[in-house]
Nanobody
Framework: QVQLVESGGGLVQAGGSLRLSCAAS????????MAWFRQAPGKEREFVAA????????YYADSVKDRFTVSRDNAKSTVYLQMNSLKPEDTAVYSC???????????????????WGQGTQVTVSS
């Protein structure tokens, strides 16, 4: 049983930083694509960032490029999302997702992912 558990969300002022964690368990994740999505109230789920488990390829939404960084600790089976220079429009529930197999051309599509975490709330105050 694959499990993804996010943590690290919270309330932060605009300009601040947060680091989200996604702890993966249940199988070996080498070869997986791991991603972060977010969903704000009344809006569709939005791609944020993705990384192959090896870390060789990373992808970012234009809205977070140069502010957010996705990384992983293979020994801990954990993927991170470091979020800097946060803006009120970054407020959303952030979810971790895993895809196996994956098509690198589909990294930004929620339907490409087999497994999802429960999400963690990030609120950025102005």
């Amino acid at each position: 049983q694959v499990q993804l558990v996010e943590s690290g969300g919270g309330l932060v002022q605009a300009g601040g930083s947060l680091r989200l964690s996604c702890a993966a368990s249940g199988r070996t994740f080498s070869g997986y694509m791991m991603a972060w999505f977010r969903q704000a109230p009344g809006k569709e789920r939005e791609f944020v960032a993705a990384s192959t488990w090896s870390g060789r390829r990373t992808y970012y939404a234009d809205s977070v490029k140069d502010r957010f960084t996705v990384s992983r600790d293979n020994a801990k089976s954990t993927v991170y999302l470091q979020m800097n220079s946060l803006k009120p429009e970054d407020t959303a529930v952030y979810s971790c997702a895993a895809a196996d197999p994956y098509n690198s051309a589909s990294y930004s599509y929620p339907g490409a992912y087999n497994y999802w975490g429960q999400g963690t709330q990030v609120t950025v105050s102005s």
